[in-house]
T-cell receptor, first 114, second 113 residues
Framework: GEQVEQLPSILRVQEGSSASINCSYE??????FPWYKQEPGENPKLIID?????ERKQIQELIVLLDKKAKRFSLHITDTQPGDSAMYFC?????????????FGKGTKLSVKS | AQTIHQWPVAEIKAVGSPLSLGCTIK??????LYWYWQATGGTLQQLFY??????VESVVQLNLSASRPKDDQFILSTEKLLLSHSGFYLC????????????FGPGTRLLVL
């Protein structure tokens, strides 16, 4: 099955700087890559996603890049704020259609210091 | 607008006791439904998914079972809890087909002692 590696596991940045989280996957047929933000005690919330027909997507301060050849995708948060502090999970949906399993990375704990 | 509820919010149970967790989604007909498990500080592990009433596919069983008795209801259960069942259980839904983005419910926290 699909495997997703996510790095770093812990990321500390200064308010106003950028934060980057990198994920890699194994199944070259994977075609959907969502990112979720999870605050302590809360459920994960979708913040941005990208499909395999795109290389870049931006929603406000969130940028997702996808390199299908290298089987890597990344989340970049520009101008970080204390409210961005949370766990972030990347995921990849393997081959097999819309009901294929969503495999998650192990998560990145982002801390933004003011 | 769609709403997703999970019950109970939290539960403390004894090893060997039975368990039933529920998930209901309103505002969407025939959604795809999913159960996930998350250990404290851990990643999200998909357990089951269902695309229609009465049909459930197992991804990872962990000595649990799931059923979909109604279009808007998904149940996770076991007859005998293990210590390793402790964690955060999340129900998620998607529209299916090309609209496959998954959205999570509020979750149920389970502690097995």
């Amino acid at each position: 099955g699909e495997q997703v590696e996510q790095l770093p596991s812990i990321l500390r940045v200064q308010e106003g700087s950028s934060a980057s989280i990198n994920c890699s996957y194994e199944d070259s047929a994977s075609n959907y890559f969502p990112w979720y933000k999870q605050e302590p005690g809360e459920n994960p919330k979708l913040i941005i996603d990208i499909r395999s027909n795109m290389e870049r997507k931006q929603i406000q301060e969130l940028i997702v890049l996808l390199d299908k050849k290298a089987k890597r995708f990344s989340l970049h948060i520009t101008d970080t704020q204390p409210g961005d502090s949370a766990m972030y999970f990347c995921a990849a949906r393997g081959s097999g259609g819309s009901n294929a399993k969503l495999t998650f990375g192990k998560g990145t704990k982002l801390s933004v210091k003011s | 607008a769609q709403t997703i509820h999970q019950w109970p919010v939290a539960e403390i149970k004894a090893v060997g006791s039975p368990l039933s967790l529920g998930c209901t989604i309103k505002g969407k007909s025939s959604p795809n439904l999913y159960w996930y498990w998350q250990a404290t500080g851990g990643t999200l592990q998909q357990l089951f998914y269902s695309i229609t009433v009465g049909q459930v596919e197992s991804v990872v069983q962990l000595n649990l079972s799931a059923s979909r008795p109604k279009d808007d209801q998904f149940i996770l259960s076991t007859e005998k809890l293990l210590l390793s069942h402790s964690g955060f259980y999340l129900c998620a839904w998607s529209l299916g087909g090309a609209r496959d983005t998954q959205y999570f419910g509020p979750g149920t926290r389970l502690l097995v002692l």
